[in-house]
Nanobody, 124 residues
Framework: QVQLMESGGGLVQAGGSLRLSCTVSGYTFSSRHMYWFRQAPGKEREFVAQ????????KYADFAKGRFTISRDNTMNMVYLQMNGLKPDDTAVYYC?????????????????WGQGTQVTVSS
């Protein structure tokens, strides 16, 4: 059974930083490209960042470029999202997920299972 567990969210002031973590079980972590998505209230889940199985390539949504950094530790089955320069618009529930494909345009519908996510709230 696939389990995705996100953590590290919280309440932070605009301009602050958070580091999200995600642990995965139920499949071989090192065989999955990993993704972060987020869902703001009243909006659809959207892509944030992705990282290759080896960590050798990363891609970001435009809003995340220059502020967010995705990384992974295959020895720990963990993927991280370092978020700096947070803005109120970054307020959302953040989710991680894994896929066997390194998707060109990741969509929420590409993934079957989701964890509970971790809430990030940025105050102005």
């Amino acid at each position: 059974q696939v389990q995705l567990m996100e953590s590290g969210g919280g309440l932070v002031q605009a301009g602050g930083s958070l580091r999200l973590s995600c642990t995965v079980s139920g499949y071989t972590f090192s065989s999955r490209h990993m993704y972060w998505f987020r869902q703001a209230p009243g909006k659809e889940r959207e892509f944030v960042a992705q990282i290759l199985t080896t960590g050798g390539d990363t891609k970001y949504a435009d809003f995340a470029k220059g502020r967010f950094t995705i990384s992974r530790d295959n020895t720990m089955n963990m993927v991280y999202l370092q978020m700096n320069g947070l803005k109120p618009d970054d307020t959302a529930v953040y989710y991680c997920n894994g896929h066997t494909l390194y998707l060109a345009t990741p969509q929420s519908a590409d993934f079957r299972f989701w964890g509970q996510g971790t809430q990030v709230t940025v105050s102005s």
